[in-house]
């Protein structure tokens, strides 16, 4: 059946639902599935942050390494999942898609979080607790086994799980296009209350009772995780694999190179691109980008010459200009990118550095509470939490009336003011680490 607005209409966005099928509007996506996917996100960050939070304090307590090795080791691992994103992206994008990437990367996660559990559990696995012992190799290798299996398995959910939720909205309907971005903000705040029982009651599980059940109930997180994603298959809208983005980028800077003696037309309609009267690209999923005027350069891989066969073009020598637009799009994000690394290096002293500080800190608040380490992270999560409510209802009416901006601040303008904000953060704490 054709796109419509009957009971019947299916998307405009080349989704599917389970069977194959052109997916059906009124059956499938929308907010209807989204309550599977945060749930799913939200279990997964608590495992997540459950075992990750206080891993520097078990290196040292447990592993008997130093302030600096514990550090050292706790950085490259969460270095590794933040590079495993890649790989799993491009697994998504070029194979499997988006549910099957997550689905198959859960197993491995799944994996890692039991063997972990089982390193500090069971005995014989488990690292001996006097101060003079140390680990034998096996209990190591069985304990950065179960680490970097985490790591592998974070690199195929990370880039997919927000991204299979924004499948679940058609852009080419005004209604849902709104909702997409209640949803982000809803995914957002699904990540930080699993973080926030991460951040209190694990680490004072893991304190208090024992290691074994401090990653354990992340295992176990992580199990209710796979539970609610796969319950909401018969609800979920799905892209197909378009193919590898990088490949397709890579193409255009080649063929741009090949071309770069011809000249540009002046009218960019003479550039190539595949007719569709839908709007849709030749991309698997994606639709036509309209022409912009900014790294003109590239558009030399968009124009057609004698050479060039139109029945089958070499993709290495003539590209769309869907194509070009994409690559035009990644290079003006790279500034933007840029600006974030020193943001991330701050933020990634949340889980070493400044645990390690805490533990130099008189814990107790009061005469009988003491707050762990590991748990100061907790007042970033509730900060976001807080500020995220403020944002929507006070602060956007009160900007929007100055700015006349829809949601008060630019997107760059949010961003901005909050590396500003970091600066102070890691002043203070400089200061503090200084008295």
Known sequence: MAAGDGDGATTMDGTTDLSGKPAVRSKTGGWRACPFILGNECCERLAYYGMSSNLVNYMIDRLHQGNAAAATNVNNWSGTCYVMPLLGAFIADAYLGRFRTIAAFMTLYIAGLVLLTMSAAVPGMRPPECADCHPTKGQNAAFFAALYLIAVGTGGIKPCVSSFGADQFDDADPREMRSKSSFFNWFYMSINVGALVASSVLVWLQMNVGWGWGFGVPAAAMAVAVVSFLMGSKLYRYQKPGGSPLTRMLQVAVAACRKSRVPLPADSSLLHEVASPDGKAAIEGSRRLEH?????????????????????????????????????????????????????????????????????????MGPSFKIPAASLSIFDTIAVI?????????????????????????????????LVISIFSMVTAGVLERC
């Open 386 to 418: 807080v500020w995220a409510l403020a944002y929507d209802r006070f602060i956007v009416p009160a900007v929007r009336r100055i700015t006349g901006h829809p949601r008060g601040f630019t997107q760059l303008q949010r961003m901005g003011i909050g």
């Open 292 to 364: 912009t005027e900014h790294l003109r350069c590239l558009d030399r891989a968009a124009v057609v010459t004698g050479d060039d066969s139109m029945v089958n073009p070499d993709p290495w020598r003539l590209c769309t200009v869907t194509q070009v637009e994409e690559l035009k799009s990644m290079v003006r994000l790279l500034p933007v990118w840029a600006t974030g690394i020193v943001m991330s290096a701050v933020y990634s002293q949340m889980t070493t550095m400044f645990v390690l500080q805490g533990n130099t800190l008189d814990p107790r």
